[in-house]
C-alpha cells in the first residue's frame, strides 16, 4: 500500500524537503506546515519551500515565517514531499530540483495529478491533501499538537470551501471531527480565512463586477480582471481567488468563468461550475483542477482567449444540457 511505502521512506530517511505548489491556498500551506511540524516531532531534518508569495491570511499559522522561497538543495537531501501539486510545472522555481531528487513523494488528491513521483500518494476520493496527511500522521502515530490540528483543519476547511462544497465527505468531517477534539478557535479561523478580506478585495471587485457579462441564454457568466487593476487597488494574486464564485453564484448560472489578463499574450482562466465537468474544458487548454472547479494558462491576446474559451464553454453546457434532455 502507498501509505505504507511512504511510512516505511520517512522511518528511514534523516532529512526531508517539503514543498507546496505555486499560489499555495490553504490546503497547500496547512498540509506543509503539519508535516513539517511533523516530521520534527520525530527528530527529522525538515526544509519547508514554497514558490513566490504566500498567502498573508495565513501568516497566523505556526511555522509560516519558515517556509523559503528558494535555496532547496536535493544533492544534500535527496527526499522530496510535494503536497497538493498536480503537476511539476505548479512547482514554477523548484520543478527542476524536484525532479532530480532522489526520492518524489507526491501526495495529492487532485484527479488530474501526473503520477510524476517516485511514490504517488494521491487519492482524489480525498478532499484535501490534508486529510491524506492527517491519515499519514497517525500511520506514523506522530502525537498530534494543536498547531498540527489547526493546520490539518486550515487545509481540509479551505480545501471544502468551509465545508460547503461536494468533496465534504462524511470521511472529511471524521478527520475535522477528529481535529476539534484540540481547542481550536473555529468561528475565529472562519472570520480569517473566509469572513474578513483587504479593503483592496472590495476595490477589486467593485471593478470585476463592472466587466459582468452573461452568455448562453444566461448559462455562462465572466469577468475580467487585469494585471493593472490588481496594481492600482494594491490588490494581491489571493484577492482573485475570491472573486471568481460570484460569477457561478448568480441564479440560473451553471458555468462561472473568471479572466485574469496577465499581459497582452497571456491570460490566466478561471473556472466554477455547478454540474458540469469543468475539468474537461481546462484540460483541453493543458489546465486541469477539479470537476466544479478548474483553471488554465493561454499564451495569446485577450480577445482570442476570450472567443475560444466562450465558444467552448457553450459547447460543453449544450451537450451537457442536451444529453440531459435525452436521459429525462
Ligand atoms: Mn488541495
Redesign the pocket.
Known amino acids: 500500500m502507498k501509505l505504507q511505502r511512504v511510512v516505511e521512506l520517512i522511518e528511514q530517511e534523516p532529512a526531508f524537503n517539503l514543498v507546496s505548489h505555486v499560489l499555495p ?1 490553504g ?2 500551506i496547512g ?1 506543509l506546515l503539519a508535516l513539517g511540524e511533523a516530521l520534527q516531532k520525530l527528530g527529522k531534518k525538515v526544509a519547508l519551500f514554497s514558490p513566490g508569495t504566500l498567502p498573508k491570511k495565513l501568516s497566523f499559522l505556526k511555522g509560516y515565517s519558515s517556509i523559503a522561497g528558494a535555496g532547496m538543495d536535493t544533492a544534500a537531501t535527496p527526499v522530496v514531499l510535494v503536497l ?1 501539486c498536480s503537476d511539476p510545472e505548479r512547482l514554477d522555481l523548484f520543478r527542476e530540483p524536484v525532479l532530480q531528487a532522489r526520492e518524489i513523494v507526491n501526495i ?3 484527479v488530474t495529478n501526473r503520477s510524476y513521483g517516485t511514490i504517488n500518494l494521491v487519492d482524489p476520493q480525498a478532499s ?3 486529510e491524506i496527511i492527517f491519515r499519514l500522521l497517525q500511520a506514523l502515530r506522530v502525537p498530534l499538537t494543536a498547531s498540527i490540528c489547526e493546520a490539518l483543519y486550515v ?1 481540509i476547511a ?2 471544502t470551501g468551509s465545508f460547503k462544497y461536494d468533496n465534504t465527505t462524511a470521511a472529511a468531517l471524521r478527520v475535522a471531527a477528529a481535529l476539534l477534539e484540540y481547542p481550536l478557535k473555529i468561528s475565529e479561523l472562519a472570520q480569517r480565512l473566509f469572513d474578513e478580506r483587504p479593503l483592496a478585495f472590495y476595490r477589486l471587485l467593485q471593478e470585476a463586477l463592472a466587466t459582468l457579462e452573461l452568455h448562453g441564454n444566461g448559462k455562462i457568466a465572466s469577468m475580467t480582471v487585469s494585471r493593472e487593476m490588481l496594481a492600482r487597488h494594491g490588490a494581491a494574486m489571493e484577492d482573485i481567488e475570491g472573486i471568481i464564485n460570484y460569477t457561478r453564484n448568480i441564479e440560473g448560472v451553471e458555468i462561472g468563468i473568471l479572466f485574469f489578463v496577465e499581459n497582452p499574450s497571456e491570460v490566466k482562466v478561471g473556472f466554477r461550475s455547478r454540474q458540469v465537468d469543468i475539468s474537461v474544458l481546462a484540460g483541453k487548454f493543458n489546465g486541469g483542477g477539479h470537476p466544479k472547479a478548474a483553471g488554465c494558462r493561454i499564451y495569446s491576446p485577450y480577445a482570442v482567449v476570450r472567443e475560444q474559451i466562450l465558444r467552448e464553454a457553450e459547447s460543453l453546457w449544450e451537450s451537457y444540457d442536451n444529453a440531459g434532455k435525452e436521459r429525462s
Open positions: 491556498d490546503d497547500s498540509s497538493d495529492d488528491h487532485h484535501a491533501t490534508g487545509a479551505t480545501d
